[in-house]
T-cell receptor
Framework: DAKTTQPPSMDCAEGRAANLPCNHS???????VYWYRQIHSQGPQYIIH?????ETNEMASLIITEDRKSSTLILPHATLRDTAVYYC???????????????WGLGTSLAVNP | KAGVTQTPRYLIKTRGQQVTLSCSPI?????VSWYQQTPGQGLQFLFE???????NKGNFPGRFSGRQFSNSRSEMNVSTLELGDSALYLC???????????FGPGTRLLVL
């Protein structure tokens, strides 16, 4: 599975949009982009995933560039409860037993400030 | 639907002891994966179980083992604990292994 690159930390004002970038320049055609977040000392929480089209759910939007080499997770109106470490990973979602190859980096530590 | 549950949530052990951690997946999920997370490290894959069989294993010593029961619940065991085993141990379940994984709250293990 491809490796991802994320900035180590970001700040965002409460109520504003938080845009978290992720670079995955070596992504393969059958790899999905997944986003999770981890609030201090808890298990990672699934946010959203996508292949090549932009996706939106109740938590966030995922924008994937046309060449699929990078993506942006958008939290439209960040709240203090969105303060967490955000992980971007890529994985082949059609092959069982692939979790061992996932590369979880250190993610982006997002601080939402009042 | 109830989420992934892990017990215990916190555990303190001493070097040389062994420990067993438990994970109950989301109802209907048959794949359970275990991860270790230490400060400054990303999640490190331990192993994955599916239909009571270990399907994949990460690069951890044989002191780390696991099993899965017929109801998909899983346990992992660490024998002869070392100080470096202090970590957050996470369990994640998915339907069959290739779909989205959902994580439990983790078990925080402290080895003294």
């Amino acid at each position: 599975d491809a490796k991802t690159t994320q900035p180590p930390s970001m700040d965002c004002a409460e109520g504003r949009a938080a845009n978290l970038p992720c670079n995955h320049s070596t992504i393969s055609g059958n790899e999905y982009v997944y986003w999770y977040r981890q609030i201090h000392s808890q298990g990672p929480q699934y946010i959203i995933h996508g292949l090549k089209n932009n996706e939106t759910n109740e938590m966030a939007s995922l924008i994937i560039t046309e060449d699929r080499k990078s993506s942006t997770l958008i939290l439209p109106h960040a709240t203090l409860r969105d303060t967490a470490v955000y992980y971007c990973i890529v994985r082949v979602a059609t092959r069982a037993g692939n979790n061992r190859k996932l590369i979880w980096g250190l993610g982006t530590s997002l601080a939402v400030n009042p | 639907k109830a989420g992934v549950t892990q017990t215990p949530r916190y555990l303190i052990k001493t070097r040389g002891q062994q420990v067993t951690l438990s994970c109950s997946p989301i109802s209907g999920h048959r794949s359970v994966s275990w991860y270790q997370q230490t400060p400054g490290q990303g999640l490190q894959f331990l192993f994955e179980y599916f239909s009571e069989t270990q399907r994949n294993k990460g690069n951890f010593p044989g002191r780390f083992s696991g099993r899965q029961f017929s109801n998909s619940r899983s346990e992992m065991n660490v024998s002869t604990l070392e100080l470096g085993d202090s970590a957050l141990y996470l369990c994640a379940s998915s339907l069959n292994g290739q779909e989205t994984q959902y994580f439990g709250p983790g078990t925080r293990l402290l080895v003294l």
